[in-house]
């Protein structure tokens, strides 16, 4: 089992950065894909970014590339999610999920098999 927290969200302007971590527990993520989602009010899970379990490989929505940068830890046990030039309509709970299976890199939220609580992000107009 792995048991994952977020941390970093909060409420920012238009335009604002924030920095959202992912902390592992329960076992190693070094041999997992970590991923990022997020849901904003009435709308679907979407996929936001996800890096490989060596960190040499990611992949983003094309909503967020240039924007976003995703990156591990593994020594620490952590993902980070940087987030540049928020808009409005970013404003969601953002989630960190690594899937049930080793060395499986996917972008589809069914592959992911553990989740954290998320946290809220607020980006205000």
């Known amino acids: 089992q792995v048991q994952l927290v977020e941390t970093g969200g909060g409420l920012v302007q238009d335009g604002g950065s924030l920095r959202l971590s992912c902390t592992a527990s329960?076992?190693?993520?070094?041999?997992?894909?970590m991923g990022w989602f997020r849901q904003a009010p009435g709308k679907e899970r979407e996929f936001v970014a996800a890096?490989?379990?060596?960190?040499?490989?990611?992949y983003y929505s094309d909503s967020v590339k240039g924007r976003f940068v995703i990156s591990r830890d593994n020594a620490k046990n952590t993902v980070t999610l940087q987030m540049n030039s928020l808009k409005p309509e970013e404003t969601a709970v953002y989630y960190c999920?690594?899937?049930?299976?080793?060395?499986?890199?996917?972008?589809?939220?069914?592959?992911?098999?553990?989740w954290g609580r998320g946290t809220q992000v607020t980006a205000s107009a």
């Open positions: 999920a690594a899937p049930k299976s080793l060395f499986t890199f996917a972008v589809t939220s069914q592959v992911y098999e553990y």
């Open positions: 329960g076992r190693a993520i070094k041999n997992y894909t």
């Open positions: 890096i490989s379990w060596g960190g040499g490989g990611t």
